[in-house]
């Protein structure tokens, strides 16, 4: 598939269409003699072999830990560095993350940034700046990147994540998968509100915000929602908010899709068992290390990625890894 049918595909399952198995027509020549390579008895034996060595040794060995480390650092730092100026008064970084000045220089949010042009059908000069600014910070990192590294609501749900997966194991809570296009059509609907009422709603509402605002002013009521949404996070479905709500994603997911920074997947080295997709934020983007769902042998992971680095350190051949390529896909 051209580099432009990639791009479309990743789009789409950004946007919600659940993925599917790839024709032949769709697949590269390689890809196709390699899956008929690993569909042998032979290695299919092979395989099999390899997958519960790598379980036996991996029994009760703690899989997560360099990446997961530098993540919640850089979350935490990020996040303190607007709760110190406030509280010294200094002028390093002011206001919050959905819009910020750092150093006098403006930086803003995308998604906020939308909603606010949109509500008062202005376009600013200074949510230009501070838009265009934060638009390359992320382009340089990796699109949804914000969400993984950046985001305090993020971690706070990684946590209850963490929660969520103990009592799922005691039977005393569920995993339900909802539909992924809710996201799309939620994205739609601020924006259709935005326009309508000239008040920026999705940020009433925001967790992303109402955390940001909190950790630097104090909290307020708002404070429950977000704790709901833990809640339904923990025992109803995980990831709720991440994964099927929050139009945030959609919007550095679109210039993720550009980004040098990718997290790249090798067929050749892969074992197929699924340990990435089970830690995995957004799993559907991992749909390509099924056996036989790759297009190419080497290709890299979708625009709805969060380079997050679980399913690296989840990995056990090294079929995931981080690329960075010297201007992304745009040359």
């Not at 303190?80 to 002011?94: H, K, N, P």
């Not at 990718?262 to 050749?268: L, M, N, R, S, T």
């Not at 042998?297 to 989840?314: F, P, S």
Request: charged content about 20%; some cysteine; glycine content about 8%.
């Amino acid at each position: 598939m051209s580099w432009l049918g990639n791009l479309r595909e990743s789009f789409a399952l950004m946007l919600g269409r659940e993925p599917h198995l790839p024709d032949r027509g769709e697949m590269s020549d390689e890809a196709l003699k390699l899956y008929a390579f690993k569909r042998s008895s032979e290695q299919v034996a092979k395989r099999r072999e390899a997958i519960r060595q790598e379980k036996e040794d991996r029994a009760g060995k703690r899989i997560h830990g360099r990446w997961r480390n530098w993540r919640w650092a850089s979350i935490v730092l990020i996040n303190l560095l607007f709760v110190i100026s406030f509280r010294l008064d200094e002028q390093l970084v002011e206001g919050a993350l959905t819009a910020s000045r750092f150093v006098g220089f403006h930086m803003a949010d995308l998604n906020a940034a939308l909603q606010v042009m949109l509500a008062h059908k202005e376009v600013m000069v200074n949510l230009v700046i501070g838009t265009v600014t934060v638009g390359i910070l992320w382009w340089l990192v990796g699109g949804r990147a914000f969400c993984s590294w950046c985001c305090p609501y993020h971690l706070v749900a990684e946590w209850a994540e963490m929660l969520h997966l103990k009592l799922a194991a005691r039977g005393w809570a569920k995993d339900r998968a909802l539909d992924r296009r809710v996201r799309t059509l939620l994205y739609a609907l601020f924006v259709l509100l935005a326009l309508g009422t000239g008040y920026t709603v999705f940020e009433t509402i925001s967790p992303v915000g109402i955390l940001s605002r909190a950790l630097i002013y104090g909290g307020s009521i708002a404070l429950a929602w977000v704790v709901l949404l833990l809640v339904i996070e923990v025992f109803y479905s995980r990831r709720f908010w991440c994964r099927y709500m929050c139009p945030i994603g959609l919007t550095y997911g679109v210039i993720g899709a550009f980004s040098p920074v990718k997290i790249a997947y090798d067929a050749e080295k892969c074992l197929h068992e699924g340990e990435c997709r089970k830690v995995c934020l957004v799993p559907h983007v991992l749909n390509v290390t099924k056996m036989g769902h790759a297009r190419e042998v080497k290709m890299d992971i979708g625009a709805d990625c969060t380079r997050c680095a679980m399913c690296i350190e989840a990995c056990p051949t090294g079929a995931l890894t981080f690329k960075v390529s010297a201007m992304g896909d745009l040359l």
